[in-house]
DNA sequence: CCAAGATACTTGCTTTGTCAAGTAATTTTG
DNA sequence: CAAAATTACTTGACAAAGCAAGTATCTTGG
């Protein structure tokens, strides 16, 4: 029997506040990336693809934080391109392998002193520590497991 | 001709981590959200209006963080479900002033339990303490800047 | 070995995000 | 005070997000 503040000001509500603070820091990316010809998804999957090398696409979805379907639908095209290629591995026919190709790669670097400089700005602006602490605090905060006992409601176990 | 280590790790990206991040905290959010029938764009502006009040639609649009063009086609649906109610202030009938009906606040009453059992949750794992620095790091980031003085492409002065 | 279950994507569909234009209602200015 | 600007939305068009189903491929238990 409370009347407590059930809600916390939208202001500061964490997943608005992680929305607000990437807009932020995606105005300058998405200038870059409008010169690149990529849109931010192709750069995430090439980012991933050129640091992580060759993956199933399940594996690029997850890093690249988008979901399966997506990248399905963005492989062709890629393909297409010439940004990446694409391979089925003989052991496991259901898979899909995909790479950055040399073009893709040179795509990425040629990017690489514009995305430092973005970068170098932010942490001008905001401070290197402080950039370190909330990294560091970002890093953290991914790796609860929040789906672990719910307080109340039975987690929903199907699938 | 340098192989410095242009890029950070995608884990270390600041972009990056920002949606990890979000992805984690909206886990349980959407599971919730799932139960009350609203999406969450639809669960942010209701939000915002029991929490701010009836509000023109600019307004709500940069409460809730989302587009004007895409409220405007929300807004339509929402009135349908009976969860908000349009009006046309007869003082400046370019605008749209949009309010949360009994209907609405229901609904986010509904759930205002579960919102705060997540919430409760995420700050018991990750700490009070440190989730309020967290809180504070993100608005800071979101107050800076970073379209003054691009490194070296002119910024796009028109609109 | 073979049907039943997992996996690893693919596709279909509806809702949003984005951008560019367009429209109606005020304000401002010559 | 009428034409020119501004403001506040709307619409259109198309890519991308999300969610539900569907389709090959393995993998397994009987």
Avoid: C, Y
């Amino acid at each position: 029997m409370t009347d407590a503040p059930a809600f916390r000001q939208t202001r500061r509500s964490l997943p608005i506040a992680l929305l607000r603070a990437r807009e932020t820091v995606m105005g300058p990316v998405r200038d870059m990336l409008v010169s690149s010809g990529v849109n931010e998804q192709k750069w995430r999957v090439l980012r991933v693809l050129q640091e992580k090398g060759p993956q199933e696409l399940s594996q690029v979805a997850a890093e690249a934080v988008l979901l399966l379907s997506s990248l399905t639908r963005m492989v062709g095209p890629m393909v297409e391109e010439g940004l990446i290629t694409r391979a089925t591995p003989p052991e496991d026919r259901r898979k899909t392998v995909v790479a950055i190709t040399p073009a893709g790669l040179a795509l990425v670097n040629a990017h690489a002193a514009q995305s430092a400089a973005i970068l170098g700005r932010i942490e001008a602006e905001f401070g290197h520590d402080r950039l370190e602490q909330l990294l560091d605090l970002l890093e953290d905060l991914q790796k609860l497991d929040l789906r672990s006992g719910a307080t109340e409601s039975v987690r929903k176990t199907r699938r």
